[in-house]
């Protein structure tokens, strides 16, 4: 199991007075392997374990004893940085955090992360399920089956309304509002359902709820969402622009006006509200305005401005997020040589 343990190194150099010089040089190491330690890249030999320990002043089963909290961390940098998690790794978070159910103080947040373990081996499951699908579909492209197969690996479309409703979330959240009428957030989930399944009379009066408890621009873009499920678009477009001339301030009102026309596949504009969105935002900046027109870009066959925009995002995640590598960062590496494969083709 690769413990990191590149936290407490720093810590107990920071107690010591010692610079990542100057700890490296009674190693007879570089700065730059200690620094890989401190950030987690790299472990130190396991020869060098007992001089470490002792400059740093403990023993070698503390060097690697770790608090609940920092477990907890490493689960969680586990999730969101990974692409594939081992078995081993897999096994050690599940134990781990189904052993700290019992801790009233953990139980909420252990519960969450063993959700998310689960989704993150869930997604795995289906990156490799779409690799088999299109592989079966380069075999036998007629076959209903392979292509039913891709269409559930890359949560696709399903025109059956058996099968596209979303009746038992709308039943969970129709018990969960009342329980929880003050968290403002419940009647955004409900009525994203509610639309989706065209139910317009019961979310217009999940909106006026929510008006009440939490007014903003949500009144206007829920309000246009609406109108534009019952096939009244001139009158969404006019509750969208109304968002944004009363809350010309509000960055997610902008952001929000770019996903209404990126929806309606205008999107030149949904560009130019997307970048207003992005202006507008406090540092440190979300990367989501900057996907949409990466995407936007990539429909567009505009390849080369689509790399450009992701170069940003990967700038972005560096300068204000300190994200320099794991799954999300080789994602976007990925998708700038695929690109420039497809423009060079």
């Known amino acids: ?20 010089e100057e700890l490296a040089a009674k190693l007879n190491m570089s700065s730059q392997a200690v620094s890989k330690w401190e950030n987690n890249v790299t472990m130190p030999d396991i020869q060098i374990l007992p001089d ?3 400059i740093l002043g403990v023993t070698i089963d503390e060097l690697f004893a770790l608090t609940d909290d920092t477990h907890l961390e490493r689960i969680g940098n586990m999730i969101s940085n990974e692409h594939f998690i081992s078995e081993e790794d897999f096994n050690y978070a599940e134990q781990f955090l189904k052993e700290k159910l019992y801790d009233d103080q953990k139980k909420s947040q252990c519960i969450t992360l063993l959700a998310q373990l689960h989704i993150h081996r869930s997604d795995e499951h289906r990156e490799l399920a779409s690799h088999y699908a299109k592989e079966a579909l380069l075999l036998a ?8 197969v891709l269409r559930d690996a890359e949560n696709g479309v399903f025109f059956d ?39 317009c009379i019961e979310a217009r009066e999940i909106l006026e709820r929510l008006n009440e408890i939490h007014p903003g621009y949500l009144y206007q873009l829920y309000g246009g969402l609406i109108c534009k499920e019952e096939s009244n678009l001139p009158q969404a477009l006019v509750l ?4 944004t001339q009363l809350y010309p301030h509000e ?15 205008r999107y030149d504009e949904a560009i130019e509200y997307y970048t207003k969105g992005y202006e507008l935002q406090p540092n440190p900046k979300y990367i989501d305005s900057l996907i949409a027109i990466y995407h936007i870009y990539e429909i567009q ?3 080369d401005k689509a790399i450009e925009k992701l170069q940003e995002i990967i700038a972005r995640l560096e300068r204000d997020w300190q994200i320099t590598e794991g799954k999300t960062v080789d994602f976007y590496v990925g998708e700038v040589e695929n690109l420039k494969m497809m423009l060079n083709e």
């Not at 969970?172 to 399944?197: C, Q, S, T």
């Not at 969208?240 to 968002?243: D, G, L, R, S, T």
């Open 52 to 54: 470490l320990s002792v």
């Open 141 to 148: 492209p007629d076959k209903k089956s392979n292509h039913n």
């Open 1 to 20: 199991m690769n413990i990191e343990i590149g936290k407490k190194i720093k810590a107990l150099r920071l107690q010591k007075g010692k610079t990542q």
């Open 251 to 265: 960055w997610l009102a902008w952001s929000s006006r770019g996903d209404c026309m990126a929806k309606l596949c």
């Open 161 to 199: 309304w058996n099968y596209s409703n979303h009746h038992k979330l709308i039943d969970y959240y129709k018990n969960f509002v009342p329980e929880h009428p003050d968290y403002w957030r419940g009647y955004v989930w409900l009525m994203n359902y509610l639309i989706a399944d065209g139910r």
């Open 240 to 243: 969208w622009e109304q968002m």
């Open 301 to 303: 066959g505009k390849y």
